[in-house]
Every structure is written in C-alpha cells, then in structure tokens.
C-alpha cells in the first residue's frame, strides 16, 4: 500500500507559493495566526482547519497540524528531561 505524502502548514504554504499574509486570507484568520499555527504555538480550530482543507484541496490526513513529538516530551524547570 503506498503512503500518501503528508504537509506540514508551512510546507503547505510554500508548495502553494502563498506568503503567510496570502494564507492568512485564505484560511480567514490574522498574520500572527498563521505564523502561530506554523511554530506549533498555536493550533487551528474545526472551522479553520475546513478553510485550510478547502483552500489546499487537500484532505485532513494529508496535513500534518502537531508535531511528532506533541504529548511525549516533557520538561521540568530546569529544562531536563524527566528519568523513566
């Protein structure tokens, strides 16, 4: 079975030749949004993912909106790694 390819927002963005200000109008939402929504600082909400999904084509498991990592790593104060 062939594995489909999977896009990062940012991939997205650039393989469509969008600046972030173009995405921003697409996907109905601010500048700063967009750039949050890149850096995993931020993710989008039902309603924007179906904007993302209709301005790309593309379908929701074809993106990729959390990173690898989300949930598994976590850092106490001073920034270690907890011991297992």
Known sequence: ???????????????????????????????DTVKNYEAYRTFPDVPIIENILRASGLKYDDIIFLPDNYGKIVQNKKGKKPKD
Not at 18 to 23: L, P, R
């Open 1 to 31: 079975m062939e594995q489909r390819k999977k896009f990062t927002l940012k991939a997205l963005r650039v393989n469509n030749a969008w600046s972030q200000e173009e995405a921003s109008k697409l996907y109905n939402v601010s500048v």
